[in-house]
């Protein structure tokens, strides 16, 4: 731990509580996560997060959160928001940033700045129907951060790979998860 107070606004007593309850009744650690999504015209959708379940019982955020999702011109659309695959890409960045402020805290290192390029290479052939064999999603993802911090390169490095091994967003991204899609 540094002389100096940190504060990366993360409430690491909090976590280590909530870890720490969770030991003892692990059923309250089963969540569900929600969000609707409504077509809107062309490609272009609107998807609302507001509950959720969790700790036992529906839980709601603060307040709702909107997002738009679209295709570019160049796929002949509006372009009135980021494509569903650039969304991926804003949840894989966000949950590993989040992880590395969480990390930095609970190891005492001051974080000044921290940024993150989520780049993802996908060939579109797949999605539009030219080649069958090509895969529809990204081919690969490659996260580059820019860290400030009142720390070395290898501590640096570690907060990353710890945000990376407690990730609940690079997980579903790197390992195969069970999707059901059914019509009501």
């Given at each position: 731990?540094?002389?100096?107070?940190?504060?990366?606004?993360?409430?690491?007593?909090?976590?280590?509580?909530?870890r720490?309850?969770?030991?003892?009744?692990?059923?309250?650690g089963?969540?569900?996560?929600r969000?609707?999504?409504?077509?809107?015209?062309?490609?272009?959708?609107?998807?609302?997060?507001?509950?959720?379940?969790?700790?036992?019982?529906?839980?709601?955020?603060?307040?709702?959160?909107?997002?738009?999702?679209?295709h570019?011109e160049?796929?002949?659309?509006?372009?009135?928001?980021?494509?569903?695959?650039?969304?991926?890409?804003?949840?894989?960045?966000?949950?590993?940033?989040?992880?590395?402020?969480?990390?930095?805290?609970?190891?005492?290192?001051?974080?000044?700045?921290?940024?993150?390029?989520?780049?993802?290479?996908?060939?579109?052939?797949?999605?539009?129907?030219?080649?069958?064999d090509?895969?529809?999603?990204?081919?690969?993802i490659?996260?580059?951060?820019?860290?400030?911090?009142d720390a070395?390169?290898?501590?640096?490095?570690?907060?990353?790979?710890?945000?990376?091994?407690?990730?609940?967003?690079?997980?579903?991204?790197?390992?195969?998860?069970?999707?059901?899609?059914?019509v009501?």
């Open positions: 731990m540094s002389a100096t107070e940190v504060d990366n606004g993360v409430n690491v007593e909090a976590l280590l509580g909530a720490e309850a969770l030991t003892e009744t692990p059923e309250a089963q969540f569900n996560w969000v609707t999504c409504n077509w809107v015209k062309g490609t272009h959708s609107n998807s609302v997060v507001e509950g959720f379940f969790g700790l036992g019982a529906e839980q709601q955020h603060r307040k709702q959160f909107t997002f738009d999702a679209d570019p160049v796929f002949a659309s509006e372009d009135l928001g980021a494509t569903p695959a650039e969304i991926v890409l804003v949840a894989l960045g966000s949950c590993l940033t989040a992880g590395v402020a969480a990390v930095a805290q609970h190891r005492g290192i001051q974080l000044n700045s921290v940024s993150a390029t989520v780049d993802g290479a996908m060939d579109i052939q797949g999605i539009l129907g030219v080649d069958g090509v895969r529809n999603g990204y081919s690969d490659k996260v580059t951060y820019e860290i400030d911090a070395t390169d290898a501590e640096k490095e570690a907060l990353v790979a710890q945000s990376q091994k407690r990730s609940a967003v690079y997980d579903c991204v790197t390992n195969p998860t069970n999707v059901t899609v059914a009501n």
